[in-house]
């Protein structure tokens, strides 16, 4: 089966479980899918940071190990000191992210008005979901951030996107054959992502976008990239070397929970670890694609 069929027959079915299941299942179906397709997507960066740059040596590997790992603990801090800041700036970087993942191989060049359009894209999709789920979102950002976001933080942008989302797509459809051709089915995944918001609860319509339209087309792009194609084997070589990454990040996500799960305050420190571990992710997929020949897009 392709894989955007794959997608949409997926996303069909979570829709049908939606109906099945309450809201505290779909919270730990949620969490058990994040951590694990979820954080093994981003737990080969440091392989791909090797192969991207071309190293065999042990000392820039410790290198990059050592940049990488400020990275996060510049993250953690900065949740910590100027959690506003943090997590506007992680809306930002992930909104860029989402909308790299969903359209790279679909323009030939990225020029900026193409990196401006993964932006909106991927902003208005989180946006979408926080518009759906509003009075749960503004409380998590309260947990962050102690400031609790009045309505509009959430429907302004929302609707700014959207409103540059409709401008950008015109002038693809107009300028563009190939995205002319998948226009009409890029806007019936939208309207799938905005049922699935609509009815879902918010970690669990997280999760289905999150898992099923980002990580793992993610890994299955990682996978051609570390081995040249993608087959079971090779999926099975990237399990194995992002195993102890993995297990590193669901050790320390599994201490925040004992640490927080009385304070109800495990939902934000989720997102902040998440973020932590995000923001090095999405320097190296920047630059694994960086390095994919444009032929290849
Ligand atoms: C859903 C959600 C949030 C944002 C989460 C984001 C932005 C996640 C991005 C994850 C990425 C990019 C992972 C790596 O690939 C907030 C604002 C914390 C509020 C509560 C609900």
């Not at 800041?85 to 860029?96: C, D, G, M, T, Y």
């Not at 002319?180 to 905005?194: P, Q």
């Not at 304070?263 to 932590?276: G, H, N, S, T, V």
Request: proline share 2%; aromatic share 22%; net charge positive.
């Amino acid at each position: 089966m392709k894989n955007r069929n794959f997608k949409i027959v997926i996303s069909f079915f979570c829709i049908w479980l939606t109906t099945l299941l309450s809201k505290e299942f779909q919270n730990i179906s949620a969490f058990i899918l994040i951590l694990s397709f979820g954080i093994l997507h981003g737990a080969n960066d440091i392989v791909l940071l090797n192969k991207i740059k071309n190293v065999n040596k042990k000392s820039a590997l410790l290198k990059f190990l050592f940049g990488y790992i400020s990275v996060v603990l510049f993250t953690v801090m900065l949740f910590y000191f100027l959690p506003e800041i943090a997590l506007f700036a992680f809306i930002i970087i992930s909104a860029f992210h989402f909308g790299e993942q969903h359209w790279t191989g679909k323009f030939l060049k990225k020029t900026l008005i193409v990196k401006s359009f993964f932006f909106t894209y991927g902003f208005f999709i989180l946006f979408l979901l926080f518009y759906f789920h509003q009075i749960e979102v503004t409380d998590i950002i309260l947990k962050i951030t102690n400031f609790k976001i009045p309505e509009e933080f959430i429907t302004i942008p929302f609707f700014i996107s959207l409103v540059l989302l409709i401008l950008e797509g015109i002038y693809f459809v107009a300028t563009n054959s190939n995205f002319k051709k998948i226009a009409i089915l890029e806007v019936f995944h939208l309207l799938v992502f905005a049922l699935i918001f609509k009815i879902t609860g918010l970690m669990w319509g997280f999760a289905i976008y999150f898992i099923f339209w980002h990580s793992i087309p993610s890994m299955i792009d990682q996978v051609q990239y570390l081995y040249g194609s993608w087959d079971w084997n090779h999926f099975f070589k990237y399990c194995k070397s992002a195993f102890w990454f993995w297990l590193i990040s669901i050790f320390g996500i599994s201490v925040l929970y004992f640490i927080f799960k009385d304070e109800k305050l495990f939902d934000a420190m989720f997102f902040a670890f998440l973020a932590a571990i995000t923001v090095p992710h999405v320097w190296v997929i920047i630059n694994m694609f960086g390095t994919k020949k444009e032929s290849e897009n």
